[in-house]
């Protein structure tokens, strides 16, 4: 575990780790992600805990920490897509439909085939 996370963060992280590993997705060179998702998980946490108590509106404004509750939520987004997270990661990735070969046909072949066809 990185040192000096919160113990919330120490708490989203074992448990993303552990999700991750039971999933068979657990990598070494994850661990920079890992620690900036605990991190941001964490800083959302407490940003929306900061919102619920002063509400949404300040003055008839919105909440200074919204744009950056909002914005902590799309990155916190994009890095569970990018640890294997959201069920669009975890699809295999699918190879563009390949085209069978089709046998040279020769010219006199075709007209037989569409004679046949019209008979």
């Known amino acids: 575990m990185?040192?000096?996370?919160?113990?919330?963060?120490?708490?989203?992280?074992?448990?993303?780790?552990?999700?991750?590993?039971a999933d068979g997705r657990l990598h070494a060179n994850q661990a920079p992600l890992l620690e900036r998702w605990a991190i941001s998980c964490d800083r959302a946490?407490?940003?929306?805990?900061?919102?619920?108590?002063?509400?949404l509106l300040i003055q008839?404004?919105?909440?200074?920490?919204?744009?950056?509750?909002?914005a902590l939520?799309?990155?916190?987004?994009?890095?569970?897509?990018?640890?294997?997270?959201?069920?669009?990661?975890?699809?295999p990735t699918l190879k563009p439909a390949e085209k069978p070969e089709l046998a040279p046909v020769s010219p006199i072949a075709a007209l037989l085939k569409a004679r046949e066809r019209t008979a």
Do not use: C, F
């Open 2 to 21: 990185p040192h000096g996370l919160s113990p919330n963060a120490q708490s989203i992280w074992l448990m993303t780790v552990d999700y991750l590993r």
């Open 73 to 91: 939520a799309e990155k916190i987004r994009m890095m569970a897509r990018e640890l294997g997270m959201t069920p669009a990661s975890r699809l």
């Open 45 to 55: 946490k407490m940003i929306d805990a900061i919102i619920d108590v002063e509400g």
């Open 60 to 70: 008839g404004k919105p909440h200074p920490l919204l744009a950056t509750s909002i």
